[in-house]
């Protein structure tokens, strides 16, 4: 058992070493075109569409903001 717990510590210690994005961070291309097109007066539904995106991830990708 301590074997098994030594070679586990070790291949997480690697998995960590290599680093990595974020997972929130692959997103932020799409959040910045659905808020210009939400502050260009585009409806919700259309920018999910656009962007390939469920609707609900565009209302909070945009929550606060307010169009121009």
Same mark, same amino acid.
């Given at each position: 058992?301590?074997?098994?717990?030594?070679?586990?510590?070790?291949?997480?210690a690697i998995r960590g070493s290599k680093g990595g994005i974020k997972r929130s961070l692959k %997103? *932020? *291309?799409?959040?910045?075109?659905?808020?210009?097109? %939400?502050?260009?007066?585009?409806?919700?539904? *259309?920018?999910?569409?656009?962007?390939?995106?469920?609707?609900?991830?565009?209302?909070?990708?945009?929550?606060?903001?307010?169009?121009?």
């Open positions: 058992h301590e074997e098994c717990v030594q070679r586990f510590s070790e291949k997480q %997103y *932020d *291309d799409i959040r910045a075109k659905a808020k210009k097109l %939400y502050r260009a007066g585009e409806k919700v539904k *259309d920018i999910a569409e656009k962007l390939n995106v469920s609707v609900r991830s565009i209302q909070r990708y945009t929550k606060g903001l307010k169009r121009l």
